[in-house]
């Protein structure tokens, strides 16, 4: 096709993946649409059928484009510039692609977000990044340690992959260091905090995933990404590909957990994508002002789960089978050959928390 204005506009979105729609007018130009709408101007060319993006639709207009294209054409043949350079969008385009595969959704989400908006370098050639160009991003998240620390943990694997593929004759981040030291969380709610904050909770989404998650000990995206087919009478099965050690975790329920479990919203049976809790932000705010609890996050509840099973006299092993833990009681070779799977202690437990929380709440 013709490559037009108007015929750029009417091109519609893959369900997958990306598609490639080729000008009769220029060899080798065409427009890649992604399953998300993006629409960029591409130049494939070469014996080896590089493929380079010059800019995206909207950005840079279909001449500019165009133009820009025969520029880049005439300098390859004359021999007068290097057609194998990369560019930062297509090398992080190429990296999501080939670890989506490995990657949970939440992850694959917070890795698609760093490198796509957080360092905005779209069409900067790999070859002419410096070192500073990501330090200023980094210095930007300086009011927050622990944004900073992730935001230079996944550029820095990035950037190693690049190095790896030779895509970079040397690694840009060779001697930078992160500059924050991990501090491992310590709080959990005491039994009068458990009290104020599950009394404040609203009779909402946000209010139902707080109670969940205080009577389950499961983690926060594992909850948040329930699905019906996961659900059994009294046990809920979270499959490896949800859970953060891939492996399988069946651990009972208590009625009063059932109850408000089957009040979240679902994922369709299948699908693995996020659910949608809007504005946690928000919601945490507005619970922390009105339980007069502060300084706690949705992941110490899970501390305050286990806190609260040591407190009753439950062992190590089973809090820590609840919990999915494979380090601590069945680190290394115990957890090869020690395959009971504690699930009446697990119902014990569990029954035993539901009571306490219930005698806290009379």
Known sequence: MRLTDLSIKALKAPPKGVIYHTDDALTGFGVRVSEGGTKSFVLVHGVLRRR??????GTVSLADARREAKRRLAEYTLGKSDSSA????????????????????????????????????????????????????LDRLAHSPVQQHRAFVTVGTFMRWCYRRHYLETNPMDRMASGHRYR??????????????????????????VKALLLTGQRVGEITNLSPDMIATDTITLPEWLVKNSRSHIFPVGPLAMKHVKKLPMRKTGERSTARFEN????????????????????????????????????LPVTEKLLNHVSGSFAGIV????????????????????????????
Request: proline fraction near 3%; aromatic fraction near 10%.
């Open 184 to 209: 491992p969380r310590m709080r959990y709610l005491a039994d009068e905090e458990l009290v104020a904050v599950w009394r404040a909770c609203p009779d909402s989404d946000f209010g139902n995933l």
């Open 335 to 362: 957890g090869v050959y020690q395959r009971y799977n504690y699930a009446k202690e697990m119902r014990e437990a569990v029954a035993k928390w539901e009571e306490h929380i219930q005698t806290l709440l009379a």
């Open 52 to 57: 380079e993006t010059l800019g995206r639709v």
């Open 280 to 315: 946690y932000q928000r919601h945490k705010a507005r619970l922390d002002k009105a339980s007069g609890v502060t300084g706690w996050t949705l992941h110490d509840l899970r501390r305050t789960f286990a806190s609260g099973l040591a407190s009753l006299g439950v062992s």
């Open 86 to 137: 990369i560019t930062w969008a297509e090398a992080v385009e190429t990296y999501l692609n080939d670890i989506k595969r490995r990657l949970k959704p939440g992850t694959m989400q917070g890795y698609t977000l760093e490198l796509t908006k957080r360092f905005r370098f779209a069409d900067m050639k790999l070859r002419d990044l410096k070192p500073l160009d990501i330090q200023r991003r």
